[in-house]
């Protein structure tokens, strides 16, 4: 059910004046997106406008802001560039009914599989990605039409207002909590600036941001089969990543928040955004880690603020378009260097000699493939470097403890987890040929864990067969005896309190 989430005039301002400090820091990450996308300026702001304020409304973790993001935006490049921008928005509606389906198969619990190491990786690249993104802002176009580094007095004066803003964000909420100290600073810097006429770019040299409504726009591509194959590899990896962004943002807000959103609420709620935004010329988007946090960090926990922020948006295309455009961008930058030292875990270089080799190594894995490729490679990247580790950590304990029982049986209890990293062990702990007659495995304390595990078992059961030994399978558990059938009739499974097992639990994702 949906709910605003305030029940004070307190809380309504806070998510109010949350909403308008994300509105602000929103525009230029739009209008930067949208270039790297190839579109236009307004594609980037319709995303923002559409993308935020569906995925408040629908989506599974208050608080959180969505829009149009780098992420996304790099994967769009050749499409855009190859077919155009109608395909693109096509691609995006496509991909917004992936996502929906993600949603219904409940597919967002799997998000519980990311190991901590790979969450820290990709929050301290990310931030990483954060900063370096805004080095472009201290660079100016010259006459030639050549991008130069900042010097001299326009250099002094880019960074002492960055300085400022940083300032007065830190230093503000200690006198008062009556405004958010992000606004205060774009608009206290915003006013210097203005009143002492000084020279330095501003969010109008972007490029304008003024339009109207979005208007409904089916996109104009032929309803073929072909068109299909054009746009599914790209609304597969677009609808991947946004996913993998959106999970990973909502894990991490979660964290700072101390709450629990949800999974496949949210999964829902990105691509009822996605759709709905292709068919009214957006780019599409996804969660947007930094805005979230500058949300966070500004008092907005509740849908309301999202809404606001997106509400805001829109305000400023339509309305207010000449002031927004008089922004400082040393403003925006300052709120975004907050935005890095606030994000990025500090604490994981006070560990990282004290946490597992393996575990060190794959956080700096995944902050470098982040920085250097996208996160939702670096996550893939990391989950698998994580899983090899772990199977391969696991393969190495399992054992055998033998003795002979009252009955004169042989018995061999097996400790440890038998899957497809440790079954070449499981083989090697017997030997057919010297043991009992009678021979029981004992598997209580042992979890049969996959084919490769049925397998093995399997193969040593023919072994034992070949042997002319009997053997007893104990303690299998009932999906094992299932599809233990290659043995044969000679082989015995002895079924005594079978341990049940479980998967994660739906309920609450």
Not at 47 to 74: D, E
Not at 160 to 176: D, E, F, N
Not at 302 to 330: K, N
Not at 458 to 482: F, M, N, P, V, W
Request: proline share 4%; glycine share 10%; net charge negative.
């Amino acid at each position: 059910m949906f709910k605003l989430g305030c029940a004070s005039r307190v809380c309504f301002q806070n998510e109010i004046l949350s909403g308008l400090t994300v509105a602000l820091a929103l525009v230029p990450e739009a209008v930067a997106f949208a270039f790297v996308a190839g579109v236009e300026p307004l594609a980037g702001l319709y995303a923002a406008f559409m993308v935020g304020l569906l995925a408040s409304i629908f989506g599974g973790r208050p608080g959180m802001i969505s829009g149009a993001t780098g992420a996304m935006a790099v994967v769009m490049v050749s499409l855009v560039a190859g077919h155009g921008v109608e395909y693109l928005f096509a691609a995006v509606v496509l991909t917004g009914i992936i996502q929906i389906g993600a949603g219904i198969l409940r597919l967002g619990k799997f998000i519980r599989i990311v190991p901590h190491p790979v969450m820290l990786g990709f929050v301290n690249g990310l931030a990483i990605v954060i900063l370096l993104a805004q080095l472009q802002h201290f660079q100016v176009t010259n006459a030639e039409g050549m991008r130069e580094w900042l010097s001299g007095e326009a250099l002094v004066i880019f960074a002492g207002l960055i300085l400022a803003t940083m300032a007065i964000i830190h230093y503000l909420p200690k006198l008062t909590g009556a405004v958010p100290s992000s606004l205060a600073a774009i608009i206290t810097v915003s006013l210097v600036v203005v009143g002492l006429n000084l020279d330095t770019a501003t969010v109008g040299d972007l490029a304008s941001i003024e339009g109207g409504l979005p208007g409904f726009h089916i996109p104009a591509v032929p309803l073929t089969f072909e068109t299909l194959m054009i746009i599914l590899p790209y609304s597969f990896i677009l609808a991947a990543v946004g996913l993998i962004e959106s999970l990973l943002t909502l894990s991490l807000i979660d964290e700072v928040t101390n709450t629990r959103g949800r999974g496949n609420r949210e999964c829902m709620g990105q691509g009822i955004a996605n759709t709905v935004t292709g068919m009214f010329g957006g780019m599409g988007g996804c969660a947007m880690i930094g805005q979230s946090m500058i949300n966070v960090n500004s008092g907005g926990r509740q849908r309301l603020s999202g809404i606001a922020a997106a509400v805001f948006l829109l305000m400023f295309i339509l309305f207010a378009s000449p002031l927004i455009e008089r922004i400082p961008m040393a403003a925006l930058v300052g709120v975004m260097f907050v935005v890095v030292i606030a994000t990025f875990e500090w604490s994981s270089i006070r560990i990282i000699r004290k946490i597992p080799p393996t575990d060190a190594f794959v956080l700096v894995l995944v902050s470098a493939v982040t920085v250097f490729t996208d996160l939702a490679v670096a996550v893939v990247v990391g989950v698998i470097v994580s899983a090899l580790v772990f199977a391969w950590d696991h393969a190495k304990h399992i054992n055998i403890k033998t003795y002979d029982d009252a009955n004169g049986s042989r018995v061999h209890e097996l400790n440890g987890p038998l899957f497809f990293g440790s079954v070449k062990n499981f083989l090697e702990l017997f030997n057919p040929e010297e043991d009992a007659e009678d021979v029981i495995i004992e598997f209580q304390n042992s979890r049969v864990a996959d084919h490769s595990a049925i397998e093995a078992i399997d193969t040593l059961a023919e072994r034992y067969i070949r042997a002319g030994k009997k053997l007893h399978l104990r303690h299998l558990s009932e999906d094992c005896q299932k599809l233990l059938t290659k043995a044969g009739d000679l082989v015995e499974v002895n079924v005594m309190e079978d341990p049940h097992y479980f998967i994660a639990d739906d309920k609450l994702a």
